[in-house]
């Protein structure tokens, strides 16, 4: 017969369970005014920079071509909720991490991703390819749709930053958890919110599978520079190993 856990065995396991909670919970509450206030800043002055690309480009715009995918995929307006949740979920990966230091290094790499893609927007122009007809049509019968667009203009195209944010937090996200000893189904919520990000950039027509391609790659890229670069810090934080000090008599013998 299988010997029955001790109260404080079972004490332990439920702390085992509980703790990344906490961990959750402290990490969060830990310094949520700098967190908030530099992720609603940071986004403030990507737009900023993001529309003054779209409305002044540099040289000719070109248009994005279209693939099978592009051409088997539907319009979906009920994908739109997703496409708006990515200031949501982008703003998770600031609010989970451990300390300041951790912080400012995340908005670096924020930072980072922004100029790249921008920059590749004013030398590159792009936009995607105009609707069909029919599909005008199913647009236009959404108002939130045709704002959008008509906001958008339906430039800075390729490479797709709402898939390269979404990447790189998906990225952090995924780290995080891990330190903090979350179960393998949280994780799983993150990667799918990810996937349904990317897809609803395609379904709202507000990218086409080459952009999403592009800003995948670009968001992996600096996602993997960045975890690079905190590797690092951790292993420099390291104390040294202590090496082993031996004493010699005044005979000279140890």
């Known amino acids: 017969m299988k010997p029955q856990p001790t109260p404080v065995e079972r004490a332990a396991q439920t702390a085992g369970r509980t703790g990344w909670q906490r961990e959750i919970v402290r990490r969060v509450t830990r310094d949520p005014l700098l967190k908030g206030s530099s992720t609603m800043i940071g986004i403030a002055l990507f737009f900023v920079a993001y529309f003054s690309v779209l409305r002044y480009p540099i040289g000719d715009v070109t248009t994005m071509p279209i693939l099978a995918l592009d051409r088997w995929l539907d319009f979906e307006f009920a994908a739109m909720p997703l496409y708006l949740s990515l200031w949501v979920y982008v703003s998770l990966g600031p609010a989970l991490l451990p300390d300041r230091r951790t912080l400012l290094r995340y908005g670096i790499a924020c930072a980072l991703l922004s100029v790249v893609g921008l920059t590749l927007f004013l030398l590159w122009p792009t936009k995607v390819p105009p609707l069909t007809p029919e599909m005008a049509a199913e647009v236009?019968?959404?108002?939130?749709?045709?704002?959008?667009?008509?906001?958008?203009?339906?430039g800075n195209a390729c490479p797709s930053l709402h898939v390269a944010f979404a990447v790189f937090a998906a990225s952090g996200i995924a780290r995080e958890l891990r330190a903090i000893g979350a179960p393998h189904w949280l994780r799983a919520v993150s990667l799918l919110w990810c996937a349904g990000i990317v897809y609803s950039t395609l379904a709202t027509r507000q990218h086409v599978v080459l952009d999403a391609l592009a800003g995948a790659l670009l968001g992996a890229i600096v996602a993997l520079l960045h975890a690079r670069w905190e590797r690092g810090r951790v292993q420099s934080a390291k104390p040294a190993a202590t090496l082993p000090i031996r004493v010699r008599s005044a005979a000279g013998k140890p």
Not at 140 to 154: I, K, P, Q, Y
Request: charged content about 15%; cysteine-free; overall charge neutral.
């Open 140 to 154: 236009a019968s959404h108002a939130g749709m045709t704002m959008l667009r008509g906001v958008d203009m339906s």
